[in-house]
């Protein structure tokens, strides 16, 4: 059973970078796709980016386009995060699914623990 592991997160200031890995413990396909998602307090889980695992169809929210990418190498993918602002912080999620990212956590049906994001001013 493949499981995904999240790492990199921590506690920055306002405009610093941080980068997130999400490393998959056996071989994934590029029929399937890697979501990074995040989940602030008393809110709802929500879409940040993803791609597929070939590279292809990246996608990212609004909120956060033009200050992360996310790439891949070998058996991880990474989230590098720029400019952060207080509200990127949150709980980081990994998920895989079958097919392009989607936004809706719903569609994906592995999900790594999570690792916390924390911005201050």
């Known amino acids: 059973q493949v499981q995904l592991a999240e790492s990199g997160g921590g506690s920055v200031q306002v405009g610093d970078s941080l980068r997130l890995s999400c490393t998959a413990s056996a071989r994934l396909f590029s029929s399937h796709a890697i979501g990074w998602f995040r989940q602030a307090p008393g809110k709802e889980r929500e879409f940040v980016g993803g791609?597929?695992?070939?590279?292809?169809n990246p996608r990212y929210a609004d909120s956060v386009k033009d200050r992360f990418a996310i790439s891949r190498i070998q058996n991880t993918v990474y989230l590098e995060m720029n400019s952060l602002k207080l509200e990127d912080m949150g709980v980081y999620y990994c998920?895989?699914?079958?097919?392009?990212?989607?936004?809706?956590?719903?569609?994906?049906?592995?999900w790594g623990q999570g690792t916390q994001v924390t911005v201050s001013s």
């Open positions: 998920a895989r699914r079958v097919g392009s990212p989607t936004t809706a956590a719903s569609d994906y049906n592995l």
């Open positions: 791609l597929r695992w070939n590279g292809n």
